[in-house]
């Protein structure tokens, strides 16, 4: 026996081990897939952590939260699988019930007004909160409003938001990070001294702040509008390791966190531990476990800015 056919061999008796342990990402359809059954059990638990914390002094008034979705599916890693993914339910679920309990109405966006996707398989089935939001979100997922829409026709006399939320899951580094009338949209948050509010793979989406605008003139700022703020979000070194655990079907096509640092931002994690941060506007998560407090965060911030 040569050494390739040993190779070959320690290959397959590797992976038959991994299929076994649950490790291997699991295949829905030709050439797409979702995450491992072991790591689902880690990184998509049937419960979130909401706590369903009462405001003492809901807002009354009549600014909303302008909620950026994506709406494509399927990222292709560098081996040409494709992970099925979108927005993840429990990042966008959970801060949404923190704003509803606060007194914030939400308005669903998405590029064009395509159906906003969801990671379906992180789905948090025992969680009565996050479904009982979910299914009244549901039409305005199935139907968001346009952000190129809103930025050609309604943006520049508009007066009715407070905040933009981004939501994180994979499918955020997708479509939005080169969406120029996106950029525009956080370019004009950011003059109106709006909150930003991006959690996990959000804070991908904040790239597109460095796009011309969506008619070819160059961007008004000369800078980056990010450019020396500090936020946490799913780590670049985390990601790099999710193959191994089979959540990804393959190294990822590029990593999000080293263009927001060539631009000047400063990512200040290593682990998604559920931290979050603070930076002047700047609201950030790490990932799914920080959905609770950057809800919370998030909440108390514009509670205490508008009341």
């Known amino acids: 026996m040569n050494i390739q056919n040993i190779m070959d061999k320690a290959k397959d008796t590797l992976d038959k081990a991994k299929d076994t342990l649950g490790l291997e990402p699991q295949e829905t359809e030709a050439g797409i897939y979702i995450p491992s059954k072991s790591s689902l059990k880690l990184a998509a638990p049937s419960k979130t952590n909401y706590d369903n914390t009462e405001y003492d002094t809901p807002y009354m008034g009549n600014k909303k ?20 993914t979108g927005n993840h339910p429990v990042e966008m679920m959970v801060p949404l019930l923190h704003f509803r309990k606060a007194g914030f109405e939400v308005d669903v966006f998405t590029p064009t007004g395509d159906p906003v996707k ?10 009565e909160d996050v479904k009982a939001i979910y299914n009244e979100y549901k039409s305005k997922l199935e139907n968001p409003n346009s952000i190129a829409g809103f930025v050609a026709n309604d943006m520049a006399g508009s007066d009715d938001y407070a905040a933009i939320f ?12 080169e969406d120029k009338n ?7 948050g950011h ?8 959690i996990c793979h959000g804070p991908a989406a904040l790239l597109a702040a460095n796009l011309d605008s969506p008619d070819g003139t160059a961007k008004s700022e000369s800078d980056f509008i990010f450019k020396g703020y500090k936020i946490v979000a799913f780590p670049t070194g985390m990601d790099k390791q999710m193959p191994k655990l089979g959540y990804l079907p393959g190294l990822m096509p590029w990593y999000f966190g080293e263009k927001l ?5 400063t990512i200040d994690n290593k682990l998604a531990s559920g931290q979050t941060h603070q930076d002047r506007k700047l609201i950030s ?4 476990l920080a959905a609770n407090e950057f809800g919370k965060l998030s ?6 800015a508008l009341n």
Do not use: S
């Open 65 to 84: 939260i302008l909620m950026v979705c994506t709406e494509q599916q399927y990222m292709t890693m560098e081996n040409g699988n494709k992970f099925d």
């Open 118 to 127: 969801v990671e379906q398989w992180a789905m948090p089935d025992q969680d």
């Open 166 to 177: 981004i939501p994180g899951g994979h499918g955020a580094m997708l479509g939005l990070p």
């Open 182 to 188: 996106l950029g525009e949209l956080l370019r004009w």
């Open 191 to 198: 003059k109106k001294d709006l909150f930003t509010l991006a």
């Open 261 to 265: 640092e060539d631009l000047g931002m």
């Open 285 to 288: 998560g790490d990932g799914p």
């Open 299 to 304: 909440a108390n911030e514009l509670l205490k």
